[in-house]
Nanobody, 117 residues
Framework: QVQLVESGGGLVQAGESLRLSCAAS????????MGWYRQAPGKQRELVAV???????NYGDSVKGRFTISRDNAKNTVFLQMSSLKSEDTAVYFC???????????WGQGTQVTVSS
């Protein structure tokens, strides 16, 4: 059974940094891409960052220059380094993986990030 387990969320002050981790288990096919999405109250889920197995990255416009995504392919783990956090970054952050030939999607349970101003 595939599981994505996030960790690292919490409460920080504006301007501070936070690092999220997501470890995938139970996966027997190649993970094509891993990434992070977020959802704030009353808003739609949006892309934060994604990284492919080859290391290509893509970021949401609101986090470019502040967030960095990285990946340990050997450990099926993805990281999100968040710097210069703003109150508008407050959301539940979800880990996402696209696996196998058909890029089947899997989601983590989400981790809360709260940035106080």
């Amino acid at each position: 059974q595939v599981q994505l387990v996030e960790s690292g969320g919490g409460l920080v002050q504006a301007g501070e940094s936070l690092r999220l981790s997501c470890a995938a288990s139970g996966i027997i096919f190649r993970i094509n891409a891993m990434g992070w999405y977020r959802q704030a109250p009353g808003k739609q889920r949006e892309l934060v960052a994604v990284i492919t197995s080859g290391g290509s990255t893509n970021y949401g416009d609101s986090v470019k220059g502040r967030f960095t995504i990285s990946r340990d392919n050997a450990k099926n783990t993805v990281f999100l380094q968040m710097s210069s956090l703003k109150s508008e970054d407050t959301a539940v952050y979800f880990c996402h993986a696209a696996v196998g030939v058909y890029s089947r999607e899997y989601w983590g349970q989400g981790t809360q990030v709260t940035v106080s101003s």
